[in-house]
């Protein structure tokens, strides 16, 4: 009666399962893994209830793309960058869960291949299913900075290939997409998925060599953004694709996305209004977000010196990669739950391979930050 696309899961994995039976419980935890901008004391709800009162929200233009004047403001952001866009290259969407699944729409036919990177956030695998897309992962590595194996890439790349995600910064590895690395896949002539939903979020001295993909002159370019990550905004839901690379290329992508954004017609008209008056206040919010990030990364990197807990680099967005001691028989994420009741996000959650790894949260209350990296260090050192 349903389609395989829908087919639930097996099981519920042990983690969720222990994690909802001790909340059930009344057990207070110290959540590491918060992600939600709303819930972590940053939230200000009256500039953006300011902006949406508008009386020219209650027109509706239906726009393939979406109002013309939320895309130029889209444009001007990106020109606040460095970076000049054309407004008529902007499409807008609900999010960027929606731009890929567009994206997928216009590249592929069913069972062909986008190849994704591996460690990564597991949502594009799902995206990818919901739109009959295979995908096929190449390797972030590590040899004491993030880098994309090329050699990897270039393996995955079959005639079913139809394009490559890349995220930069990646969730979680906050690794930015090297100017190189771009390079390097544009000369496969497959078009690029560039996911630049925390590009605003750098935590280091030096900004990344490679601001946008928007960049490129060659082969085909999608960027993605969004309030969500940019202005911490994510019950908004707006996101845009900027559509870049070889121009004849360009317009006939252009062409056909608005055939798809015209069946949806999805973003909504307040948000689309007020756009101009949400990025002006995003920048605002934008800063008070990468404070916490920063005194966050200044904490864990405080608390974890001289203790057997390893942070690997974090160049940009709002997680942090934890390499823990291999001292353990279970899951390190179910140890510090079960002893320290301490909640954190498994590496394998995002595919990687290393049993030492956790994920945590910057973006966490920065006293429970606090608390949950020194109950953290406390097992990891009992462990050694």
């Not at 935890?29 to 709800?45: A, K, M, R, Y």
């Not at 990646?170 to 544009?186: I, K, Q, V, Y």
């Not at 870049?244 to 973003?267: M, T």
């Not at 101009?276 to 010196?305: I, S, Y």
């Amino acid at each position: 009666m349903f389609s395989s696309r829908t087919r639930l899961p097996a099981a519920i994995n042990v983690l969720t399962e222990r994690c909802r039976s001790l909340r059930e419980a009344g057990v207070p935890l110290l959540d590491l893994t918060s992600t939600n901008p709303t819930e972590v004391g940053l939230f200000d709800i009256e500039p953006w209830l300011i902006a949406l009162s508008s009386a020219e929200s209650a027109h509706y233009r239906p726009e393939p793309f979406g109002l013309l004047s939320a895309r130029q403001a889209v444009a001007q952001n990106y020109a606040a960058k460095g970076l000049t866009i054309d407004p008529r290259q902007v499409v807008l969407c609900s999010s960027t869960s929606e731009a890929y699944s567009w994206i997928f729409k216009l590249l592929t036919d069913p069972g062909e291949t986008i190849l994704v990177p591996r460690p990564s956030y597991p949502l594009l695998e799902h995206l990818a299913t919901y739109s009959d897309v295979r995908t096929s992962t190449y390797t972030i590595a590590y040899d004491g900075a993030y880098f994309i194996d090329i050699d990897s890439v270039k393996q995955q790349v079959t005639r079913q290939t139809k394009g490559v995600v890349s995220i930069s910064p990646n969730n979680p590895t906050g690794s930015f997409t090297r100017r190189a690395e771009l390079d390097a896949l544009l000369q496969l002539d497959l078009p690029i998925i560039s996911d630049e939903v925390f590009s605003d979020y750098c935590l280091q001295a030096c900004p990344p060599d490679l601001p946008s993909a928007l960049g490129a002159e060659s082969s085909l370019v999608f960027a993605l953004g969004g309030l969500s990550k940019s202005c911490a905004l994510p019950q908004l839901k707006l996101a845009w694709i900027v559509v870049g690379g070889q121009k004849d290329l360009s317009y006939q992508a252009l062409a056909r996305l608005e055939i798809i954004a015209d069946n949806f017609l999805s973003p909504n008209t307040p948000v689309q209004v007020a756009l101009p008056q949400l990025l002006d206040f995003g920048a605002q919010r934008h800063a008070q977000v990468k404070q916490r990030l920063l005194r966050n990364t200044a904490t864990l990197r405080r608390l974890t010196e001289n203790s057997p807990v390893n942070i690997w680099p974090t160049h940009g967005g709002w997680s942090a990669v934890l390499r823990l001691p291999l001292t353990v028989s279970d899951d390190w994420a179910l140890v510090l739950l079960d002893d320290q009741r301490v909640l954190v996000q498994p590496g394998w959650f995002y595919d990687f391979t290393d049993d030492r790894i956790v994920v945590v949260s910057l973006l966490t209350e920065e006293n429970d930050f606090a608390q949950g990296i020194e109950r953290l260090v406390s097992r990891a050192s009992r462990a050694t």
